[in-house]
């Protein structure tokens, strides 16, 4: 789903607008409720990682997703990914699929199945923590360090998929970023459930050799979470010049790339995008954009390692 969202949706406090729409948000967290009303199935051949979220869109789920599949293929388990189909997401499936099997299709048990069919022991759910038809294994839910909860609201009052105390239910939380208001969000989740799970996540640049820091940049992005990716390319010491955002999994033109281009070479200065961008640029090759690769780091992988090591045993 390609969103813009709208700037009062990270106000540290709710504004007029926000309670203007509180009923249609307080109507949907009713009807999303009732769709849980059916239990979920659990399924007993094959284990299951949800990595979901919150706060909607730019939380670092297919970065932990990879990161994830890493750690178990050290471990020689046979996984695999599942991702709902979505015909703007191309970008993230083509990352998955460049670093493991995907099973991807609109209903996230049919490919769950074809899973079990072809030997999986093990599948990592990029995204799924809402739908109400699966019963997870283990349940991870991420949060941007800098967008964190935005004003605290659900859609569409605020970013929230759901209310924010059902952490206490997930009982796993990534905190992904470039340690950001970590104490806040530390004291935050401990206050509903002192006995969460609580997880870091850093985000590393790997080809940095790639690029002379001497040189200014326009660094631009179409994902969930700009800010952390300009503060990213700050700390690692890229100048950047000017940063253009666009909606998450926004779909550019020529056009687009032609006007950044452009700019770029009024300010005398280097285009950077990220991964995820880039993908959505390989139907047309433009020498001019090179791309940051960024893994996503733990901080306690020994801890989660132990964690996730019941599921496999």
Not at 148 to 177: A, C, D, H, M, Q
Not at 186 to 213: C, H, M, R, T, W
Not at 258 to 282: G, P, Q, V, W, Y
Request: glycine residues 4%; charged residues 30%.
């Amino acid at each position: 789903m390609i969103l813009k969202k709208p700037k009062f949706w990270d106000y540290k406090k709710p504004n007029v607008i926000s309670y203007i729409l509180w009923p249609i948000s307080i109507l949907i967290e009713i009807v999303n409720l009732l769709k849980t009303i059916n239990p979920k199935k659990k399924y007993s051949s094959i284990k299951t990682i949800c990595v979901g979220n919150i706060y909607i869109g730019g939380t670092g789920k297919t970065s932990l997703s990879l990161k994830i599949n890493e750690i178990l293929n050290k471990n020689k388990i046979k996984t695999c990914f599942v991702k709902k189909f979505y015909r703007d997401q191309i970008d993230e499936q083509n990352i998955l699929e460049n670093n493991g099997k995907l099973f991807k299709n609109k209903k996230r048990a049919d490919s769950l199945e074809r899973a079990i069919s072809e030997g999986y022991k093990l599948a990592i759910l990029d995204d799924g923590l809402q739908d109400p038809s699966i019963n997870c294994d283990f349940n991870i839910v991420c949060f941007n360090n800098i967008n964190w909860i935005g004003n605290g609201l659900t859609i569409p009052s605020g970013p929230l998929r759901e209310n924010i105390k059902n952490i206490k239910k997930y009982k796993n939380v990534f905190l992904n970023g470039n340690n950001e208001n970590l104490e806040e969000m530390k004291k935050f989740i401990l206050n509903i459930d002192p006995n969460i799970n609580i997880y870091q996540g850093i985000y590393v640049a790997k080809n940095l050799s790639e690029f002379n820091l001497n040189d200014n940049f326009l660094a631009f992005s179409g994902i969930g979470n700009h800010e952390t990716f300009i503060s990213m390319l700050k700390i690692n010491k890229f100048k950047i010049i000017k940063d253009i955002e666009f909606p998450d999994h926004y779909k550019y033109s020529k056009k687009d790339i032609d006007n950044i281009i452009s700019i770029s070479k009024e300010l005398d200065c280097k285009i950077i995008t990220t991964e995820k961008d880039f993908m959505r640029l390989k139907e047309n090759k433009y020498d001019d954009v090179k791309y940051i690769k960024v893994n996503l780091e733990l901080l306690d992988e020994k801890k989660f390692v132990r964690d996730i090591s019941k599921l496999y045993e």
